[in-house]
T-cell receptor, first 113, second 113 residues
């Protein structure tokens, strides 16, 4: 049973528009959520995170929203740029197993110039 | 700072051979982990370590051994390679095992024939 799901394998948006990447989770013990970005032939790099005590966290063009009742989080990128084209992974962990992140399968974002 | 360094970047093995994937970090991080990523899937945790001398199993530990004799190094050993272990392997580290982002190496692409 996959505990972190990214149901959209790919997303294509026009440069300058908003990109919205979605992630659902099933484990109610998860209390910390992260987004990583991955370019080909490189390791994932941390993008933004959110604790379960918050419902929104913003860092420049990137905003993560958390809806605990729906067990859903989303990453908004505004405005999208061609350099944002990458695979985005959602990850989650809980206080008991802190550090042992569970990853989704990723969403490939393509931003067209 | 080099961050997390993985060697080799590529390796081809025959079924039954053994090898060690190297991982080193220069950030004095206590927590280190190994993940594997199969095509179209997210990262799955193989083994992790919360400090020198301490290791534990992750989600998919079978066929792999680890040790942590120093803070800096966390090698992953394949005891008898099988085609099912063909994957990209990522090593990661973080300051400790609390909820925080991990720093990833660029991966080792391993093919088992």
């Amino acid at each position: 049973d996959q505990q972190v799901k990214q149901n959209s394998p790919s997303l294509s948006v026009q440069e300058g528009r908003i990109s919205i990447l979605n992630c659902d989770y099933t484990n109610s013990m998860f209390d910390y959520f992260l987004w990583y970005k991955k370019y080909p032939a490189e390791g994932p790099t941390f993008l933004i995170s959110i604790s379960s005590i918050k419902d929104k966290n913003e860092d420049g063009r990137f905003t993560v929203f958390l809806n605990k009742s729906a067990k859903h989080l989303s990453l908004h990128i505004v405005p999208s740029q061609p350099g944002d084209s990458a695979v985005y992974f959602c990850a989650a962990s809980d206080r008991v197993n802190a550090g042992k992140s569970t990853f989704g399968d990723g969403t490939t974002l393509t931003v067209k110039p | 700072n080099a961050g997390v360094t993985q060697t080799p970047k590529f390796q081809v093995l025959k079924t039954g051979q053994s090898m060690t994937l190297q991982c080193a970090q220069d950030m004095n991080h206590e927590y280190m982990s190994w993940y594997r990523q199969d095509p179209g899937m997210g990262l799955r945790l193989i083994h992790y370590s919360v400090g020198a001398g301490i290791t534990d199993q992750g989600e998919v530990p079978n066929g792999y051994n680890v040790s942590r004799s120093t803070t800096e190094d966390f090698p992953l050993r394949l005891l008898s390679a099988a085609p099912s272990q063909t994957s990209v392997y990522f090593c990661a580290s973080s300051r400790d095992s609390s909820n925080q982002p991990q720093h990833f190496g660029d991966g080792t692409r391993l093919s088992i024939l």
